[in-house]
């Protein structure tokens, strides 16, 4: 293997700094968290931007969230093929082997995947339409939301509402995964759906009868 370099400079000074402070501090609790196994209660599901930090916003240590970051937080429709999808495995050893007690997806303002996924249903990025495009055929998934969201006029409003529906098209896939609409029916998972606003640090809740997002 010869494509790995050193990490840069910043990065070991950083690291060296935790391991002499934070760490060396609470040098007990690692090593129970080490010898003891996870036991997450939650699962986050989250977009890779770099600006959301959901243990953060909860206040959250090691050990607390299963979180599993893609582009735009979405979860596909369950497809047992035979093929890769790591959503679909983090969700199922979340479930399954861990036995969360909640999944949370987590959507964002400014979200450029889905900026992206309505350029590209509106026709304004072909480059997204290409059979090449990972970013394009992963956003395939919210294909659907658009189609919701296409009647509203205001384009600021219209790709809010899609972000919105980035969550709430993840929480009606997660449903088709078998292993999880069978421990919701059993009362031992319950799904949830945020937003979070980047810039006002605004979060909001997904209410499941009307689809409407409120202020929590
Ligand atoms: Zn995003």
Redesign the pocket.
Known sequence: MKNATPLPGYLVQRYHGWKATTFAENKAWYNRLATEGQHPRAMIIS???SR?HVTAIFGADQGEFFIHRN???LVPTYKPDGLQHGTSAAIEYAVTALKVAHIIVV??S?????KGCHEMCSGQAPELDETTSFVGRWMDILRPGYERVKHIENPDERIAAL?KEAVVMSLENLMTFPFVSEAVEADQLTLHGLWTDIGTGTLMAVESASNTFDVV
């Open positions: 977009c890779c931007d959301v582009i735009a937080n959507g964002h400014q979200c450029g995947g889905v972000e």
